[in-house]
């Protein structure tokens, strides 16, 4: 009696594992195509812009956005949201910045306490969050707020000017491509790898799709949550060393309101605001999409309030491009 289920629905899932890998492809095929095509549009506006100059500046400026993005992918299909990413980059940089000028402390510790930083940072959003069955969202923004504060009363409110200590993160390695650039590709794949390849993206997919389905299975999502804003806050830590190590300075301000560049990022990148899917690769399209259009918009000689207006145009229709595609593949499911 139990053989034909068992054959069925391993012949549903054979069926489905083919249609999800189209529309994976699908999904980077077109944010390449909407990449391509920007580029070629810029580099139209502006003789400037098609230059080994312009790129180079791009990847240079895209590490700090790119790793938070990654944590924020894997939050986002947990239906969650963090809030405190750019706060928490703020405050992990001004903790290594003070463990080199005023504690004393080499590189290589003051780094490893900035990542620390980070990470419990994280952990608190996600433990609070699970512990109180509160939304991320009223967890983090009050995090945002606190974490803010704290960078401004590690820094005494200044910026802290390292110099070189870890200038190294944003040292030139392969024709003027920085190094924070190289750990921030290895980084998109090591989370593309997590997310679709192992234990653990398989439960954080499962617990976005249908949290109660997977009690019933007898997961307890409730760790695997700290763990993702753990890891999130981790990343998030790193972004603050690369930003400092480019800027050779921590700023207290820094990362104010990148959080919505992380989460547009993301959201560009296809994965639902409403949790169960999306892909760090197609997050990282995303992210060379914010960044092409930005260099873009400043090349042209667009306003600040005209490129907002355009950047906050493209989210929006991204969104509502998503949102059809989903409602089009439940149709035909």
């Known amino acids: 009696m139990t053989t034909q289920p068992n054959a069925q629905q391993g012949g549903a899932a054979a069926a489905a594992a083919p249609a999800g890998f189209m529309q994976a492809w699908g999904t980077y095929v077109g944010l390449l195509v909407v990449l391509v095509g920007m580029i070629a549009l810029f580099s139209f506006l502006s003789e400037y812009f098609w230059s080994k100059e312009t790129f180079v500046t791009i990847a240079n400026e895209i590490p700090a956005l790119a790793v938070m993005a990654v944590g924020m992918t894997f939050v986002l299909i947990l239906a969650g949201i963090d809030l405190s990413v750019g706060s928490v980059l703020a405050l992990s940089a001004a903790v290594a910045a003070q463990a080199i000028l005023v504690w004393g ?79 921030a590709l290895a980084i998109v794949v090591l989370g593309q790898i997590v997310l679709t390849r192992t234990v653990f993206g398989r439960y954080v997919i499962g617990i976005g799709t249908n949290e109660e389905a997977m ?64 892909s760090v690769i197609a997050t990282f399209f995303g992210v060379l999409i914010i960044a092409v259009l930005e260099a873009g918009l400043a090349q042209v000689g667009a306003s600040e309030p005209a490129k907002r207006i355009i950047t906050g145009v493209v989210i929006v229709v991204a969104v509502i491009i998503d949102t059809v595609r989903q409602r089009r593949a439940a149709r035909r499911a």
């Open 105 to 183: 402390l080499g590189p290589w510790a003051a780094g490893l306490l900035g990542l620390i930083t980070g990470l419990l940072c994280g952990a608190v959003t996600g433990a609070v969050s699970v512990a109180w069955r509160l939304p991320s969202f009223i967890v983090s923004l009050g995090m945002l707020e606190a974490l803010r504060g704290g960078a401004y009363l590690v820094t005494d409110s200044r910026t802290q000017y390292v110099g070189d200590a870890i200038s190294g993160l944003a040292a030139p390695i392969v024709d003027g491509v920085s190094a924070a650039f190289l750990i």
């Open 215 to 278: 009690h019933l299975a007898g997961i307890d999502p409730r760790p695997i949550r700290i763990i993702v804003f753990a890891l999130t806050g981790l990343l998030a830590g790193l972004a603050g060393l690369m930003q400092s190590a480019r800027l050779e300075a921590a700023d207290p301000n820094a990362g104010t309101g990148m959080e919505l560049q992380v989460i547009a990022a993301v959201v560009i990148g296809g994965t639902s605001l409403m949790g169960g899917r999306g």
